[in-house]
């Protein structure tokens, strides 16, 4: 009943929305102050949009993380701190799917949407994975405006972006500011909802869902622990940090 | 530099010396030599909040090419690229000065103007400050550059100073080149004076590099009567300049060859029509359009709002201007108060975004809505009447008009304004220009109290 309510009151409703919905600005939704989040548009504790995010992660079909350049690239310590994070976040969801998106380059002459997703037809990977919920994190603010109001007008997929810098009013759900610390408050309150409902992971941590494409080229295995991966930080691999990235180019806060 | 040059006098193109030029720093007499960029290289960073409202501030009375040239100097700007037209030309030769004195790190003259703001868009794109400005047929000339910077996420100022479009040739005050401007994706503010234009374009380089603005700057004022002219400017100390622009917080990725993954700067190429999907196309625009919306807040915190409101509480008649015409306005208020016509004005700093809302709050009382503007087509009025229209039962007169370099006496908005609430016939507003109609009784009553 509760969510019914919340939907029937929402600015930024989940979609399909129709052909060409107008974008949450042009609904009056802008960015959330510090501390806050946004949750169907309105503006609410940012705890409560993180728990928001959480309750559709962990209820909702095929749900999956989108991971972006700034944390798919080892750009600096701090970059490779919240790819570890991320990864964190994904061992809180049973069965999640994880499928990057490693650069903004339209994919031509067809994306394999078990591969990647892409922000100019980012509803081909959604459609694709019959993917119903998902979040963006690490994505180049433009980019990810564009790929949410794309699903919210073409796709049934409830949207989050947990962003780095002033937050996303076109996902369903979003909070701002969040550096590797941030994510990790995220990751405390997906567990605490996990375990307020219920659900339990796998005893032996293969959470995450491998899509079949992902599946073949790691020898039919299905599943796999997100905590097996992890970027590693050597400067003398040729990683951004050995090229003057600083992890202060990207950190927001403590 | 020898010594003879040190100590020659620096004039502007009309022989006048610049008086804000700096005093040329005393030759070091252990090496003979001075340091031309020293008094660069001692310049503080400050934060925006310290430059803008902390730091005292001592008047000086400049040209606003000189306003322009000093708020650049105190801006911490990489990169301009200059090229001359009628009357911006003057504006640009200083920043070449700045350039000598290392204000500014690189500066160059384009071939024309679809180069330099292809040439400002490529600096941009790679992460530096860059600044420029133009007038007129420059501006037009430029416009497909300047058009998809917004579209390339590029924070950039470039400032226009108004004059008149061909044809026939003519070199005079004409902002009719701002309706051009208004739909490029780019904020728009537009100076009053020379005070506002040394604000506007340091707090302009601010507000676009915001990352959920990440948008080009178009900073507008009228040729000559701001650019020339010489009027009072309150600025802080030159040893201070703002925060370096931080490429790596825009909302796209910047254009860096040698730090991998390189690939990723050259991803999107927003100009390969083919690879580009109608829906992609679409939300990119949307994109824009809410950065816009989203630099109000911004616009509040650091210009005092959008717009500014004189006497407008309780006034009959408002008179709504931006640009020059705002001083027109201002003593056209003064002169009706003094004939007790209860009269206020409303001086749009920010036409985008547009202060719609503002408008609708300040506007439903007023029973006369005059909007006297330089140049023919009234672009302000078209915005204005669209914002307020269901929340005011104002009448509307789109005008007076001047253009083609006339100048407005305060007399043509004073007539309007008599004409407006009397039913008299005008004698420069044409009925087609003339929206909404007051209720005659009304009006009869508002007749007697005056």
């Known amino acids: 009943m509760e969510l019914t309510k919340e939907l029937e009151d929402a600015i930024v409703a989940p979609g399909p929305q129709g052909f060409h919905p107008p974008s949450a600005a042009e609904l009056g939704v802008l960015t959330p102050d510090k501390g806050h989040g946004l949750k169907f548009g309105h503006v609410v504790a940012e705890e409560l949009a993180m728990e928001a995010m959480a309750r559709t992660m962990l209820t909702r079909k095929n749900a999956t993380i989108f991971p972006g350049p700034l944390v798919l690239w080892n750009w600096n310590e701090h970059a490779a701190d919240k790819a570890r994070a991320v990864l964190e976040l994904a061992a809180q969801l049973p069965e999640v799917l994880v499928i990057p998106m490693p650069d903004y380059r339209p994919k031509y002459p067809k994306v394999e949407p078990e591969e990647v997703i892409n922000p100019n037809h980012p509803n081909l990977t959604i459609w694709g994975n019959k993917i119903e919920a998902c979040i963006f994190i690490g994505v180049h603010c433009h980019y990810a405006n564009l790929t949410l109001k794309m699903i919210r007008a073409g796709t049934n997929c409830w949207t989050s972006a947990i962003c780095a810098e002033q937050g996303h009013e076109d996902a369903m759900f979003t909070v701002r500011d969040s550096d590797a610390a941030k994510i990790r408050r995220v990751v405390a309150v997906f567990k605490r909802v996990r375990e307020e409902m219920g659900i339990k992971l796998p005893e032996n941590g293969e959470n995450v869902r491998f899509t079949g494409l992902q599946s073949r080229v790691h020898d039919g295995i299905t599943h796999t622990n997100p905590l097996n991966f992890g970027p590693s930080v050597d400067p003398e691999s040729g990683n951004a940090a050995a090229f003057g990235h600083k992890a202060e180019n990207m950190k927001s806060e403590g | 530099m020898s010594e003879g040059l040190e100590a020659e006098i620096k004039t502007n193109p009309q022989g006048d010396p610049i008086t804000s030029a700096p005093e040329a720093p005393k030759a070091d007499s252990a090496k003979g030599r001075k340091d031309p960029h020293g008094a660069a290289k001692s310049q503080v960073e400050v934060s925006p909040e310290f430059m803008f409202f902390e730091a005292p501030r001592e008047r000086e009375f400049i040209t606003g090419s000189e306003c322009a040239k000093e708020a650049v100097r105190r ?111 780019m904020l728009v503010f537009h100076a009053e004076n020379q005070q506002d234009l040394f604000d506007f374009i340091m707090k302009a380089f601010i507000i676009s590099e915001k990352n959920d603005v990440t948008l080009p700057v178009g900073v507008c004022c009228d040729g000559f009567f701001v650019t020339h002219a010489r009027g009072y400017c309150a600025m802080p100390d030159k040893k201070f300049k703002l925060p370096a622009r931080d490429p790596y917080r825009g909302s796209v990725p910047v254009l860096d060859a040698e730090n991998p993954p390189a690939r990723l700067s050259r991803d999107a190429p927003v100009q390969k029509s083919n690879f580009m999907a109608y829906n992609i196309h679409a939300v990119w625009q949307q994109e824009v359009w809410a950065g816009v919306e989203r630099s109000r807040k911004y616009i509040e915190q650091y210009m005092d709002g959008l717009l500014e409101a004189q006497d407008v509480d309780g006034a009959d008649v408002l008179l709504v201007a931006s640009g020059s015409a705002a001083a027109q306005s201002r003593e056209a208020v003064r002169q009706c108060q003094e004939r007790g016509i209860k009269a206020g004005l409303i001086k749009i700093r920010s036409l985008r975004p547009f202060p719609t809302n503002e408008l609708r709050k300040l506007c439903g009382k007023a029973k006369l809505i005059v909007i006297p503007e330089f140049n023919y087509t009234g672009w302000l009025a078209k915005d204005v009447a669209t914002a307020i229209y269901g929340f005011s039962n104002a009448k509307i007169v789109a005008g007076p008009h001047v253009y083609g370099g006339m100048s407005m006496p305060v007399e043509m908005i004073t007539d309007e304004i008599e004409c407006g609430l009397t039913g008299k016939k005008s004698n420069t507003v044409p009925p087609s220009a003339i929206m909404g109609v007051a209720d005659p009784a009304a009006v009869a009553e508002f007749m007697k109290s005056i």
């Open chain 2, 75 to 185: 801006s911490n700007v990489d990169m301009s690229v200059a090229y001359p037209i009628t009357p911006q030309s003057e504006t640009l030769q200083l920043i070449g000065v700045l350039y000598g004195e290392g204000y500014v790190k690189e500066f160059y003259r384009g071939e024309e103007e679809y180069g330099v703001m292809s040439a400002i868009a490529g600096a941009s794109r790679a992460g530096v400050r860059a600044f420029t400005a133009t007038a007129g047929p420059g501006t037009l000339r430029g416009l497909e550059p300047i058009v998809s910077w917004a579209g390339h996420r590029l924070p950039a100022v470039c400032m226009f100073t108004c004059r008149v479009v061909n044809a026939p040739l003519a070199i005079q005050p004409d902002n009719i080149e701002i309706a051009y401007l208004l739909h490029s994706g």
